[in-house]
C-alpha cells in the first residue's frame, strides 16, 4: 500500500471491522495487517481495499476466514522446548516456595490460541507440584481474542500431529483417547483447573493476582504503543513475586522499570516492585562554637606580640617618622635600631617595594585603610619576585584621637603560587570537564543511536517472526489441503481398481475416446483382445489404431454418439485378432456424461462373438 490514498482505506477498513465486528486492530502492526489482508485479497482475485471491502459486505464468510488470517493462531505443546526447561529450573522452584502453605497458585496464559500452551503449562506444572497440589493450588486462566480458537482449545482434544511436541510418556500420563475419533483429550480432573475465556488485551481489565503470566507470540503483532499499555496492564496483573514469560522476539525495551530478566534469552522476566526503603538517619548537623577570649590589653603583650608577628609591621607616627617596625619587617627590609625615629620618606621602604608615601598620606587625609594586592618585588636582579598584600590602616589612640599609620606586608607569594596552581588546575579541569562533557554527550548520542538500532532490530526480528508464524499457518493450511489431496488421490485409487474390476467383470475389450475421439481409457481387456498396450493407445486419434477391428465401419458409430445421434448404437463388425484368427464383434457405442450432465465423450465397447 504505497500511496496514502490505499492508506486511508485501509484505515477506513480497519475502523470497520472495529464498528461492525468489534475488533479493534488499530494497535496492530501495519505491515503484518497489510501482508494478511493482501493474501486474502489475492485468493479472491482482487486488486484493491475497495474492492475486498465491498466483497466483505456481501459476502460475510469472508469476515470470518480474514480474522482468522489475522489473528494468526500458530501455536504448539512445549512450543521452543528449551524456554520451557528454563521456565521450571529458574521460576518455578521459587514461586512454588514463594506461593508455599497450601496457598493458591494463579497463572493466566494471554493469548493462548487453540489452547496447547495452557495445557503444557498444566503438565509443567503438574510435574513440578504434583497432581494432587496442582489439583487442590493451581488455577490457569487462558485467554485469546479469537471465539473459534478457544472453542478448539476448551475441547481439549488434539490429532497426533498437533501433539507432536508431547513425549509418549506425557501423551500417556495426562491425555485419554478421543472416543471415536483419531484424536487425543486432555485428561479431565486435570483439565478443570484450566478456565477458558476471550479477553481483548488491547482494551479489556487484566487478571489479578497473576504469579505467572505467559504471553508468548502475541505482543509482536501490536506496535509500540500498544505493547507498552499491556506491559504496564501485565505489571499491574502480577503480584510480588511474578514472573512474566514472553515469546522468542518479544523484548521488554524500555521497561526496565516494571520487570527486571530473570533469564533474558528465554525471556522470563521478573516484575520489579517499588519497594519502601529504610530512610538513611539524617546527617547529623555538627555545629561549632567558637568562644575566644580576648587577654587584657597591654603594652609589654602588645610589644612582643608586634614583634614577634610572623607579618613585617611598619609604625608611621603622625609626624611621618617611622615609629616601629617588628623583627620580620627588619629583617626584610634591612631596617637597623638608628632608623626609628628617621623620616619614613627617607627610607627605601618607602617606594620599595612599592610607593607607600602617597598612600599614606592618602590613609592619613581619609582616615580609611587602603589595601594593596599582589605588589611584586624582586629582591635580588636574579631572583625569584615575591609577593606582598600591604595593608596601610590608621591608628588611633583610646580615644579616636589619630596616631599615625600601620602597614603591614603579608608575604603572599606561596599563596599566589598556589592560587595560580589552583587556577591552572581548574582551568585544566574545566577543559577537562568539558572535554568529558562532550565525551558524555557523544556517548549518550552513540547510546542513543545503539537503543535505536536496538529497537529496529528488535522489531525487525519481530517482524522475521511474526513472518515465520504467518508462514508456519500458511504450511498448516498446505497440509491440510495436502492430507485431503492425499485422502481424495486414495478414493480416486480405490475407484480405479473397482472400475477395472468391474470392466474385468464384462469379459469385453473397453475404450473410451473423448469429444475429439481421442483415446482417453483402453482397459486390459482391449489390450488383451488387439495387443497393443495402453501406454501406446493412450492420446491416439481413434481412426489411427491399427488393429484387427476395421476402425473405418467404428468411426462413424461413434461420431454418430458423439453429435447428437443416438446415444447408444451396436453392430456386428468382422475383425482379426492379435493371433490372425478371424472374429466377430459385437461393437457398442454409448454416450457418456459429465457431472453437468453435457456430454463429455464415449463408450466403445467390444464383445468377441462366439462361432456359431
Ligand atoms: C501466535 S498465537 C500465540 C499462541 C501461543 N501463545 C503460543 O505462543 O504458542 C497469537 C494469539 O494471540 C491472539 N491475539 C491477537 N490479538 C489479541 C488480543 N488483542 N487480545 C488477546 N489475544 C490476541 C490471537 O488470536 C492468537 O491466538
Avoid at 76 to 81: I, K, L, N, Q, T
Avoid at 429 to 457: G, R
Avoid at 468 to 483: A, K, M, P, R
Amino acid at each position: 500500500m504505497a500511496n496514502s490514498d490505499e492508506d486511508r482505506e485501509f484505515e477506513d477498513l480497519l475502523l470497520m471491522f472495529k464498528e461492525t465486528r468489534g475488533f479493534d486492530f488499530t494497535g496492530y502492526k501495519r505491515s503484518t495487517l497489510i501482508r494478511r489482508v493482501r493474501r486474502r485479497m489475492d485468493a479472491r482475485k482482487l486488486t484493491s481495499i475497495g474492492e475486498y471491502r465491498d466483497y466483505l459486505e456481501l459476502e460475510p464468510d469472508e469476515f470470518v476466514r480474514l480474522f482468522d488470517s489475522l489473528l494468526i493462531n500458530v501455536t504448539g505443546f512445549f512450543r521452543d522446548p528449551p524456554v520451557w526447561q528454563s521456565l521450571r529450573e529458574l521460576v518455578l522452584p521459587e514461586l512454588l516456595t514463594a506461593r508455599g502453605g497450601g496457598r493458591p497458585l494463579r497463572i493466566w496464559s494471554a493469548g493462548c490460541a487453540t489452547g496447547e500452551e495452557p495445557y503444557t503449562l498444566a503438565m509443567v506444572l503438574a510435574e513440578a507440584m504434583g497432581i494432587e497440589e496442582f489439583l487442590g493450588r493451581a488455577k490457569i486462566y487462558a485467554t485469546d481474542l479469537d471465539e473459534d480458537a478457544l472453542t478448539v482449545a476448551r475441547t481439549g482434544a488434539y490429532s497426533e500431529r498437533q501433539l507432536t511436541g508431547v513425549t509418549e510418556e506425557q501423551l500417556a500420563k495426562y491425555f485419554e483417547p478421543t472416543p471415536g475419533g483419531p484424536k487425543y483429550t486432555f485428561r479431565r480432573d486435570l483439565r478443570r483447573q484450566v478456565i477458558f475465556g476471550r479477553n481483548d488485551l488491547t482494551r479489556d481489565a487484566p487478571i489479578s493476582r497473576v504469579d505467572l503470566l505467559v504471553a508468548r507470540n502475541t505482543l509482536m503483532y501490536f506496535n509500540a504503543e500498544t505493547q507498552s499499555n499491556v506491559i504496564r496492564k501485565f505489571h499491574f496483573a502480577l503480584t510480588d513475586p511474578g514472573f512474566l514469560f514472553l515469546g522468542k522476539a518479544e523484548m521488554l525495551l524500555n521497561h526496565s522499570k516494571l520487570f527486571e530478566p530473570v533469564d533474558l534469552r528465554k525471556r522470563l522476566f521478573r516484575k520489579l516492585c517499588a519497594r519502601v526503603r529504610n530512610q538513611a538517619p539524617p546527617v547529623a548537623g555538627s555545629a561549632i562554637t567558637a568562644a575566644c577570649e580576648y587577654p587584657a590589653t597591654h603594652e609589654v603583650l602588645d610589644a612582643a606580640a608586634l614583634a614577634a608577628a610572623p607579618v613585617a609591621q611598619l609604625v608611621v607616627d603622625r609626624l611621618g617618622r617611622l615609629a616601629a617596625a617588628n623583627i620580620r619587617a627588619e629583617s626584610l627590609f634591612n631596617l637597623r635600631a638608628r632608623d626609628l625615629g628617621s623620616p619614613f620618606q627617607d627610607l627605601e621602604v618607602s617606594y620599595r617595594p612599592v610607593e607607600l608615601r602617597s598612600v599614606i598620606e592618602h590613609v592619613t587625609t581619609e582616615q580609611r585603610p587602603i589595601e594593596l594586592s599582589d605588589v611584586e618585588w624582586h629582591r635580588t636582579a636574579t631572583g625569584e619576585p615575591s609577593y606582598f598584600d600591604v595593608s596601610v590602616v590608621p591608628l588611633y589612640r583610646s580615644s579616636d584621637e589619630p596616631v599615625g599609620v600601620g602597614i603591614s606586608f603579608a608575604d603572599v607569594t606561596g599563596h599566589r603560587q598556589m592560587r595560580l596552581e589552583l587556577e591552572r588546575a581548574n582551568h585544566g579541569l574545566k577543559h577537562a570537564y568539558e572535554a568529558l562533557q562532550s565525551l558524555n554527550e557523544e556517548l549518550e548520542t552513540t547510546n542513543e543511536e545503539l537503543q535505536t538500532t536496538n529497537e529496529e532490530l528488535q522489531s525487525t526480528n519481530e517482524e522475521l517472526e511474526t513472518m515465520n508464524e504467518e508462514l508456519q499457518s500458511t504450511n498448516d493450511e498446505l497440509q491440510t489441503v495436502n492430507d485431503v489431496l492425499r485422502l481424495r488421490s486414495e478414493e480416486l485409487d480405490a475407484s480405479q481398481a473397482f472400475l477395472t474390476s468391474v470392466l474385468g467383470g464384462l469379459g469385453a475389450a473397453v475404450i473410451v475416446v473423448d469429444h475429439d475421439l481421442r483415446i482417453k481409457i483402453w482397459d486390459p481387456g482391449a489390450e488383451e483382445l488387439w495387443g497393443i498396450r495402453a501406454q501406446e493407445a493412450i492420446g491416439k486419434p481413434a481412426d489411427d489404431l491399427d488393429i484387427g477391428l476395421p476402425m473405418a465401419e467404428v468411426m462413424p458409430l461413434l461420431r454418430s454418439t458423439l453429435t447428437g445421434g443416438p446415444e447408444r448404437t451396436e453392430t456386428i463388425i468382422m475383425g482379426t485378432n492379435r493371433r490372425g484368427r478371424p472374429v466377430r464383434m459385437h461393437v457398442e457405442t454409448s454416450l457418456l456424461r459429465n457431472d453437468k450432465e453435457a456430454p463429455d465423450g464415449a463408450l466403445l465397447t467390444m464383445n468377441h462373438l462366439a462361432e456359431n
